[in-house]
Nanobody, 124 residues
């Protein structure tokens, strides 16, 4: 039914930058909405950034002006550019999308996909 694979997490000092990548399998033929969520230890998963197919983008207040969500030139890739990182940005980051899956014989619309997550650690 398709899958998402994140990469780019790691350890960075406060004030540094990281770029997270998310690749969706080719069986996901249309993306209606895509985004990034994160979950810090002992906290609930929270929305970081979301972009609709029309290009409307929303960010959590805590990351506005520091993080940027974008689509890649390669089909079915997306990125989260993170700058001016803070220790409170430490979390597992998950990419997410709602899209259409094509099996080769049928389409399945409005399917939710989640990546397995990539850890970002910001040291003070």
């Amino acid at each position: 039914q398709g899958q998402l694979v994140e990469s780019g997490g790691g350890l960075v000092q406060a004030g540094g930058s990281l770029r997270l990548s998310c690749a969706a399998s080719e069986s996901i033929v249309r993306i209606d909405r895509m985004g990034w969520y994160r979950q810090a230890p002992e906290k609930q998963r929270e929305l970081v950034a979301v972009q609709t197919s029309g290009g409307t983008t929303n960010y959590a207040d805590s990351v506005k002006g520091r993080f940027t969500i974008s689509r890649g030139n390669a089909k079915n890739t997306m990125y989260l550019e993170m700058t001016s990182l803070k220790p409170e940005d430490t979390a597992v980051y998950y990419c997410y999308l709602v899209g259409t899956y094509y099996s080769g014989t049928y389409y399945n619309n409005g399917v939710d996909y989640w990546g397995k997550g990539t850890l970002v650690t910001v040291s003070s």
